[in-house]
Nanobody
């Protein structure tokens, strides 16, 4: 069983920064596209960002472009989401996910999900 373990969530003021981490339990994740989703109270889960594991091609939803940066460390099987200039509307539970390709990721059908980490941005 593959596990994704997120960390780095918390409470921050608007304009602040947080870095989320997601550690994967298996080395075979070097063939997966890794991504982040978020779900705010009363809203559907939405795609935030993704990165292909081998080529490092990145994808972002429009609302976070220029503020969030996804990266990965293949030696640690870990993917990161650096979040800058945070806004109250970024408040949500953030989920790490692993999918065979970006199309599957964007359809919200990854093979694996993390347990989620809470990000709260105060105004």
């Amino acid at each position: 069983q593959v596990q994704l373990v997120e960390s780095g969530g918390g409470l921050v003021q608007a304009g602040g920064s947080l870095r989320l981490s997601c550690a994967a339990s298996r080395r075979t994740f070097n063939t997966y596209t890794m991504g982040w989703f978020r779900q705010a109270p009363g809203k559907e889960r939405e795609f935030v960002s993704a990165i292909t594991w081998l080529e490092g091609v990145t994808y972002y939803t429009d609302s976070v472009k220029g503020r969030f940066t996804i990266s990965r460390d293949n030696t640690k099987n870990t993917v990161y989401l650096q979040m800058n200039s945070l806004k109250p509307e970024d408040t949500a539970v953030y989920y790490c996910a692993a999918a065979p390709d970006i199309a599957t990721m964007r359809r919200l059908q990854p093979d694996y999900w993390g347990q989620g980490t809470q990000v709260t941005v105060s105004s």
